[in-house]
T-cell receptor, first 113, second 112 residues
Framework: EAQVTQNPRYLITVTGKKLTVTCSQN?????MSWYRQDPGLGLRQIYY???????DKGDVPEGYKVSRKEKRNFPLILESPSPNQTSLYFC????????????FGSGTRLTVV | GESVGLHLPTLSVQEGDNSIINCAYS??????FIWYKQESGKGPQFIID?????DKRQGQRVTVLLNKTVKHLSLQIAATQPGDSAVYFC???????????FGRGTSLIVHP
């Protein structure tokens, strides 16, 4: 089944403890992206990647890092999480070429205490 | 700045009614538009898309209308069912860009 897989689905952590949220897609998509979703603010892009080793900042990149060493994986790294990073996170992918919609993962609900 | 927005944050309808969710966009360079459905606890799911060279596209029980003159997009859901209850997002992309701009969402509530 074509999908975007995120792990974990739920995570509670403490301020300052480094964490990684993984994202993997099995559709050979070139383009991958991370979003956070907060009440009243909708989906905001954190980082995106056009292809392997090509990443760029989205609208809200502060406090986050990403890497794209392989085409299928696009992990989101929080080096020193803070409570304002408590949010619902989505990974998404889409192929290059003719425009088509994103395929989203199921989301990761992160709570930083 | 450029933005995609929704006119109504919440829409309540009775089961069986037709629903219309509206969206305004401001980027005149946008040439591709998408509607997503997000059910509680799940990621957004693609519903239907439309390119700027069309003004109407139909799917199963859904129709998207595009009015480029007034930069307006709508999603019509026929014979709305309780399973249609969700948040609906519109998104647009400018030509050559892979970066969509998402609206904030409209919550559709379907009463049995």
């Amino acid at each position: 089944e074509a999908q975007v897989t995120q792990n974990p689905r739920y995570l509670i952590t403490v301020t300052g403890k480094k964490l990684t949220v993984t994202c993997s897609q099995n559709m050979n998509h070139e383009y991958m992206s991370w979003y956070r979703q907060d009440p009243g603010l909708g989906l905001r892009q954190i980082y995106y990647s056009m292809n392997v080793e090509v990443t760029d900042k989205g609208d809200v990149p502060e406090g986050y890092k990403v890497s794209r060493k392989e085409k299928r994986n696009f992990p989101l790294i929080l080096e020193s999480p803070s409570p304002n990073q408590t949010s619902l996170y989505f990974c998404a992918s889409t192929p290059a070429g003719a425009p088509t919609g994103y395929t989203f993962g199921s989301g990761t609900r992160l709570t930083v205490v | 700045g450029e933005s995609v927005g929704l006119h109504l944050p919440t829409l309540s309808v009775q089961e069986g009614d037709n629903s219309i969710i509206n969206c305004a966009y401001s980027n005149s360079a946008s040439d591709y538009f998408i509607w997503y459905k997000q059910e509680s606890g799940k990621g957004p799911q693609f519903i239907i898309d439309i390119r700027s060279n069309m003004d109407k596209r139909q799917g199963q029980r859904v129709t998207v209308l595009l009015n480029k003159t007034v930069k307006h997009l709508s999603l019509q859901i026929a014979a709305t069912q309780p399973g249609d209850s969700a948040v609906y997002f519109c998104a647009d992309r400018a030509g050559g860009s892979y970066i969509p701009t998402f609206g904030r969402g409209t919550s559709l509530i379907v009463h049995p």
